[in-house]
């Protein structure tokens, strides 16, 4: 080898040591500007979400969690369609990111779209059979459906005592559609005796956000990842 071709190789991997260093440098830069996102979401600061999730994506990010996160932020701005964009998005990516398909889900059930949402659902069910949200959400899709023998064989499938207040929240869900008050409110406080009232806000706001009929009052959302209904921005499945 010859000096030039010497300086030739030298060079080259100096460029290589650059390109290197400044795709880390660009990686750092997005995880950073999500970091940042994701705590304007969790403090509601949606606007502010969706600026800097956006700057993550333009940084050439192929994380799922970017489009999951611009796609929550979608939804609580009610821009739905933009919303569902991205979390096909996000689940293009990565076809099994629960997240994603969970906010999915409820945005179809925010949409109105109940058949819509309950497939949603029927697919976290089989990637995640023990949780107690999706079941949840299927009782609440099935009677929006008007399909009342669907809700209620669920709700005697699911697991009681619950690490969450899902199975008196889906008792209360059918006795509100019955009309049976006094029912309503001894599940509410069933629910509340047992669990504690951040777990409870969680399945009371959700039923407030479909205005399912005299849902129990709710506090300001929790902005929390996986305690917001469904907004989720984890990485796993939820209880």
């Not at 999951?68 to 739905?80: E, F, I, Q, V, W």
């Not at 929240?169 to 008050?181: E, P, Q, S, T, V």
């Not at 309503?184 to 047992?194: F, L, M, Q, S, T």
Request: with cysteine; glycine share 6%; charged share 30%.
């Amino acid at each position: 080898m010859n000096s030039e071709e010497r300086v030739k190789r030298f060079l080259y991997i100096i460029c290589l040591i650059l390109l290197a260093r400044s795709s880390i440098a660009d990686q750092r830069s997005v995880d950073a500007a999500l970091d940042r996102a994701i705590n304007a979401f969790n403090k509601g600061r949606f606007e502010e979400a969706e600026k800097l999730a956006d700057e993550a994506e333009k940084g050439g990010s192929k994380k799922p969690e970017v489009a999951n996160l611009l796609g929550a932020t979608y939804t609580r701005l009610k821009r739905y369609d933009d919303a569902v964009e991205k979390f096909n998005q996000a689940l293009a990516l990565d076809p099994k990111f629960y997240p994603a398909r969970l906010n999915l889900a409820e945005t179809k059930l925010l949409q109105g779209k109940y058949a819509d949402a309950q497939n949603e659902y029927q697919v976290l069910k089989e990637q995640d059979p023990d949780s107690e949200v999706v079941d949840f959400k299927l009782v609440l899709c099935f009677l929006l459906e008007g399909q009342d023998v669907k809700a209620n064989l669920t709700v005697d499938t699911m697991k009681f005592p619950g690490k969450t207040p899902a199975y008196y929240y889906a008792r209360a869900a059918i006795a509100l559609k019955r009309g049976g008050k006094e029912a309503v409110d001894r599940y509410y406080g069933n629910a509340k005796k047992y669990y504690t009232d951040a777990q409870c806000e969680f399945f009371a706001q959700s039923l407030k956000e479909i205005d399912f009929a005299a849902a129990p009052p709710a506090a300001s959302p929790v902005q929390t990842p996986g305690l917001t209904p469904a907004l989720s921005t984890q990485t796993g499945p939820m209880n």
